[in-house]
């Protein structure tokens, strides 16, 4: 499973992007969803998931703020980021969950190459 993501930039505090991820290859089907962001020198942290059911979960400090959108027909996860404030500032990494198979159907964990996100003040 291939990740693409695209909307990173460069932006002033207040302001809105919108990360897009899709994911291609051969896979059985998506089940979860779901954005991280890092920093360097911090762990990765999940910001938003959604689940094959519409399930959504955030992190606290983006609720209010972030909307995660899916659409299972194309494979697609988008995250809407409004009010951007400076400690938004990471690299974006788009991830899902997918049944695939090798020999036999398994559900692997796949990642998106990142997508920088800066926030000016």
């Known amino acids: 499973v291939q990740l693409q993501a695209f909307g990173g930039g460069l932006v002033q505090a207040g302001d809105s992007l919108m990360l897009s991820c899709e994911a291609s290859g051969n896979f059985v089907t998506i089940t979860n969803m779901a954005w991280f962001r890092q920093v360097p020198g911090n762990e990765r942290e999940k910001v938003a998931a959604i689940s094959s059911g519409g399930g959504i979960d955030y992190a606290d400090s983006v609720k209010g703020r972030f909307a995660i959108s899916r659409d299972s027909a194309k494979n697609t996860v988008s995250l809407q980021m409004n009010s951007l404030q400076p400690e938004d500032t990471a690299v974006y990494y788009c991830?899902?969950?997918?049944?695939?198979?090798?020999?036999?159907?398994?559900?692997?964990?796949?990642w998106g190459q990142g997508t920088q996100v800066t926030v000016s003040s």
């Open positions: 991830n899902v969950d997918a049944w695939i198979v090798v020999g036999t159907i398994t559900r692997q964990t796949f």
